[in-house]
Structure formats: structure tokens, C-alpha cells
């Protein structure tokens, strides 16, 4: 089985990052983002949050992200306008709180695409042992995990019978045929997930999963210096950022 | 009552593979239609939206059992947020919609009424889609006319969950008459 399906990229200091460090930021993020509401702070936030990204070396995604994030921007602020065309009520509000929702999403996308880029199956795996769970969230969350490279190693197979078949292959086809694709593409996927799903709770059974009282860990998982050193730069940044917006006054950037 | 009855727990390994491999099956097909569909477009919702609850109702019908949806929601959202990067601050709107709708679920007559699951599904994906525009509406304050763009996608997203509950009691009668699934 593939270890890794979501990073192939090369192996940098956030790889060796234990993956509750990752989460942390991200939830901190997520709750801080909603808090500030100065652009200055935002913008301080993003930047940190990029540098963070930039630690993964991954720059084609990292690029695409940004480019996505920014032509969605662009799309909200234009509608935005032809809206204000039409309903003069309706339209925008000033550049500076036009900026805030994007610079709160880029906060999040750079932290959870971070996340998402340096984390491996085994890491998660190590880190949902440690997070000392009960054993019916533990044993789920790990076939969840297990099955999630295999299935798309399924998906690949099935994608080739179809291709074999003679039926076209392409988004267009895909999405305008739906009960085709249903039919061709979901039902067999979901065939195989339910008959994998009755082998591998077999199997588990035979082997007595489930029926200890609780989980032995076989290593313990300990934060290293990089994750208390990455979790102490979080932080000042988060204090710093909220600092910011306690004492700025407008929200406004540059006049905008 | 046996003694291994009153030993035995709530869930059997059986049944947490299963809620597993769903939760498996349904975010990669979700991410699949996200990324053959390129996102905002009213077909790739209406579909994404048509998968989730399609394979939800086969879960629901399989594992007859109170807790399913809730477990089965955890669970995606805990893998989710360490894998796939899914939003921290939607993971307690989703479990405490999932909630609502296994009460619901009980009160109109519990997992063994197909009715029940079909209208439980219906609720729990109206519920979390109404909490997500909630959180969004928090991320775009300053400019609250913009939720109104996204009101209208996630409109049509339902118009595929409520599709995607008569497909899944369709993919039932078929995995019955497969011998896939027994009750």
C-alpha cells in the first residue's frame, strides 16, 4: 500500500513536524481569523501563514492556491459591483472590507493546505494512537485512513475498465451523463467498498480488535524542538496580530 | 439477559469498519466530483451534493443503528482536519447538526422506519449547510451581502442532497437484491 498519497513532494522540516503541532495552528487560525477585523493584522497573519506554507517547498500548489484564491476575490468583488449596478443597496462597501474576507481565507488556506501537504498516513496514524482515543472513534478513523490509498488505487481501475469499455473519459462526458457515471463509475466503487468492508471486519474480529480494554501504544509520540519552537512563533504571532487589531482604530488600508 | 450480552459493547468491530471505509468511500468521491467538475459550477453541486447522501442513505440502511450518523460525522471530521485540510470551525456545527437529526431520527420511529432515515438525512444536511452559512457569515461580515451568493450555491446543493435520498433508497433495493445488505 502506498504510504503517502497526499505529499510527494520533497522532505522538509514540516514532514518531521508532529501533526498535532499542524493541527493547533490551524485551529488557532481558525478562531483568530474570526476575531481580527483590521487589515493590518490580516495582513500580518497572511504573511506569517505564507511563510509557514513556503516551508513545504511545494510552490506549483502553493501558486495554484494563491491564483485560485485570487481570482475568486476578484469574481466576489466584481459581482459585487454588478450588483451595486443594478441594486445601488446591494453593492460594495469599501476596498478595505472587501479585503478582510479574503485575507481571513488566505489565512486558512495557507495553514490547512500546509497541513495537508507535509502530513503522511503513518503520521496520522502515529498521532490518532497518541491522541488517546476511544476505541470506537480510533478504529474507524484508522480504516478511514488505511482505506483511503487503496480506494483510490480502485478508483484507477475502474477508471481503466471504463476506458476499455469504450465509453469516453473527460469531465464533459462525466458530469452530462450523470446516471451513466453513476453506473459506470460509484456503483462498482461502492460494491467493492461493501464487500472490502465485510473482509476487513472479519478479519478484525478473528484477530480480536476491539475487545482489549484499551490501546497499547507500541512508541510514544513526543513534540520536538521544531514543534515547540513552530508553536511559540504561532503564538507570538497570533498575540501580536490580535495586539494590532485591539489598537488600530480603522479598519481601512492605505486609504482604500 | 446473557452475560455476553450485557459484556458485549455498543459497537462491534464489524460495524466500525464499516462506518470506516463509508467514510472513506464518500470523501473520495466527493473530492473526485469536485475535481472532474472544477468546483462552482450548478452540475458538480448538484452531483456532490447527490453522492453524499446517496451513499449516507446505504450507510443509514446497513447500519441500523442509533449513534451511526453522529459516528460516522466524527469521524470524517477528525480525518478530515488531519488530512485534508477541512475547516476546525465547521467540525462542531456538522456533529451537533448530525445530533439534531439522530433525535429526529429516534422520535419519528428510529432507524428501522425508512422514512425516519430519509427525512433524518434530509434535516442533517439542511441543519449543517445552514450552520456552515453561519460560520461563513462570521468570515465575511464586513460584507454581508456576499453570503447571499453563497446562499444560493448551497440552494443548489440541495437540490442534490434532496435527489440523492431517493437514488439511495434506489441503491438499497439494488445492494438487497445483491444479497449486499441483509435487513
Known sequence: MQVSFT????ETPLHQMDVRTKMLISAAASLVVILLKSVPALALLSLASAGYLMLTRRWRV???????????????????????????????SGMANMLIPFLRSLVLVNTLLAMALSTRIQGILTTLRSLHLPYWLYIPAAVMVRFLPSLVEDMRQIAEAIRIKGYPLNPWALLFSPRRTIRLFFVPMLFRALRTSDDLGIAAELKGVGYGDRISRFREQRF????????????????????????????????? | MT?????????NVRELVVIGIFAAVIKVSSILVALVGGGMNPLTLIMKNLLFTTLLV????????????????GVSALVSAMLLGGSLVLIPASILAGLIAEALIKLLG??????????????????????????????????????IMGAVIVAVGYVGSLIGLFTGRYFVKELRHAGIIHQ
Not at chain 1, 230 to 249: D, G, P
Request: net charge positive; hydrophobic share 55%.
Open chain 1, 7 to 10: 505529499s510527494n513532494g520533497p
Open chain 1, 62 to 92: 502553493m501558486i495554484i492556491a494563491w491564483i485560485v484564491i485570487l481570482l475568486l476575490w476578484i469574481t466576489a468583488v466584481g459581482f459585487m459591483n454588478l450588483m451595486h449596478l443594478f441594486m445601488p443597496k446591494m453593492g460594495a
Open chain 1, 224 to 256: 520536538s524542538r521544531f514543534d515547540y519552537g513552530t508553536l511559540a512563533a504561532s503564538c507570538a504571532c497570533f498575540i501580536l496580530s490580535l495586539v494590532i487589531n485591539a489598537y488600530s482604530k480603522v479598519t481601512t488600508f492605505m486609504g482604500m
Open chain 2, 3 to 11: 452475560e455476553s450480552k450485557q459484556n458485549s459493547p455498543y459497537w
Open chain 2, 58 to 73: 446505504v450507510l443509514l440502511y446497513k447500519l441500523r443503528k442509533f449513534g451511526t450518523l453522529t459516528l460516522f460525522l
Open chain 2, 110 to 147: 428510529g432507524y428501522r422506519s425508512p422514512a425516519a432515515i430519509m427525512i433524518g438525512v434530509a434535516i442533517y444536511d439542511a441543519l449543517s449547510k445552514l450552520m456552515s452559512l453561519g460560520v461563513s457569515w462570521f468570515m465575511l461580515r464586513e460584507q454581508p451581502k456576499m453570503i
